[in-house]
């Protein structure tokens, strides 16, 4: 009720939303085409255009008004469309969603870049580290545009499935630019979305792409069936560990327990909705990475930034035994069983 209020009196004219009228959607997969949904649904005269490479998804999605491929039954808002012509998509936008996958983003980014007024802010979903440069989303943007671009970071527990039910949602809005984050908040929010601001740009992210490689890890010992207490301490070890990482990157304690750390870790290492987690889940079972990959439609993150992480954790000297272990795992290094040995097997400590 009282967030309904708030919503209501923020909603004045004047405000982000009431001043867009284009909003085009890099990315036409699960999370763009929600997080598109819940942009329309606020305003029936806005016009979310989503930037598709399938021209049979497009028309699906400018016929049926349904995504077909990553959201079968359901309807998507009037105002949604889809083309396959990046000028078209861009031109005229207000604001960009970026919801492409992290390893595709470079070059996506190089392709459309000469369409793209360096004055559009950007807000990124997308979650993980570039494999290669070992680069966050807040590097890699500026890298492959090769220009200073407005940048937003959107993250925490949100299954697409969900926010395309419009169930109740919380993120955070990241940006060194703190009235840009919340032009962000101003723009999302609503009845059913909250939106937190926050200038750690790094913790957001980096808790974004890490709990990512821990859902893979909590996946391995929900697939073993190693039982509840085994997953529990799975978990507290993995969010000490992105402590750790995070501390050194310069991220802010409290977005460790906010929603892009603790929000996101217990979603995605707990929650059915999980592409990570049910890849852990078959590796656990005995499947190969190779058959899980190849019979998945959709991204998930961790499976490449598994292996950044190990980098990171030689770069910054901290010792990670869960995430480095999901590396060894999916590189097939080690199998889930020897995995468990090793960790069960470390030296006891004193908690830190
Ligand atoms: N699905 C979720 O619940 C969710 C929630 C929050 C954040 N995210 C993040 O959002 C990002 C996108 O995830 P998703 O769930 O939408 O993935 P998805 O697998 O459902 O869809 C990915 C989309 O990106 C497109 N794509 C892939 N490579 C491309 C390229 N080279 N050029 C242009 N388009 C390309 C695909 O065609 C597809 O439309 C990921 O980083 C993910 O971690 C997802
Ligand atoms: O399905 P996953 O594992 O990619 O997780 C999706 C989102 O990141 C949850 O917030």
């Known amino acids: 009720m009282r967030w309904s209020k708030v919503f209501n009196t923020r909603k ?13 959607v890099f990315g036409g997969g699960s999370f763009g085409t929600a997080m598109g949904c819940a942009l329309a649904r606020q305003k029936p ?12 998804l497009c028309k ?4 049926l008004h349904e995504n077909t491929r990553y959201l079968k039954g359901f309807k998507m808002p009037p105002n949604v469309r889809a083309t396959t012509h990046a000028p078209e998509a861009i031109v005229g936008a207000q604001y960009a969603v970026h919801a492409v996958p992290v390893q595709s983003s470079r070059a996506f980014l190089q392709g459309i870049k000469e369409y793209l007024p360096s004055s559009v802010p950007i807000i990124c979903v997308s979650k993980g580290l570039e494999v290669g440069s070992g680069q966050m989303m807040s590097e890699l943007i500026p890298s492959a545009l090769e220009r200073k671009q407005p940048a937003v970071f959107l993250s925490g527990p949100s299954f697409a499935k969900e926010v395309m039910q419009n169930r109740p949602t919380g993120v955070v809005a990241a940006c060194k630019d703190a009235k840009l984050a919340r032009t962000v908040q101003a723009l999302f929010a609503s009845p059913t979305m909250r939106v937190n601001t926050t200038t750690d740009v790094v913790g957001v992210e980096i ?23 085994a997953l529990a301490a799975l978990i507290a070890q993995g969010c000490s560990e992105i402590r750790w990482l995070a501390e050194k990157l310069g991220a802010k304690p409290t977005t460790m327990s906010g929603l892009s750390g603790l929000g996101d870790i217990m979603l995605t290492c707990y929650g059915d909705l999980s592409r990570n987690r049910s890849v852990g889940m078959r590796l656990g079972r005995g499947e190969r990475l190779e058959d899980i990959i190849a019979s998945s439609s ?7 930034t598994a292996g ?11 010792s990670l035994p869960v995430l480095t272990a999901v ?3 999916l590189d097939n290094n080690l199998t889930a069983r020897e995995a468990v040995f090793h960790i ?3 030296p006891q400590i004193e908690e830190a």
Do not use: F, T, W
């Open 327 to 329: 590396a060894q795992v």
């Open 308 to 318: 950044v992480v190990v980098g990171l954790a030689r770069k910054y000297r901290v």
């Open 60 to 63: 699906d999605i400018n016929q």
């Open 344 to 346: 069960m097997n470390l």
């Open 45 to 56: 005269d806005l016009e979310v255009v989503l930037l598709v490479r399938d021209p049979y």
């Open 12 to 24: 004045l004219a004047g405000s982000p939303l009431e001043a867009a009228k284009k909003i085009v």
């Open 207 to 229: 808790c974004g792409a890490l709990k990512n490689v821990l859902a893979i890890a909590a996946g391995i010992v929900e697939g073993m069936d190693l039982g509840h207490n």
């Open 298 to 304: 959709q991204v998930a993150e961790g499976v490449a």
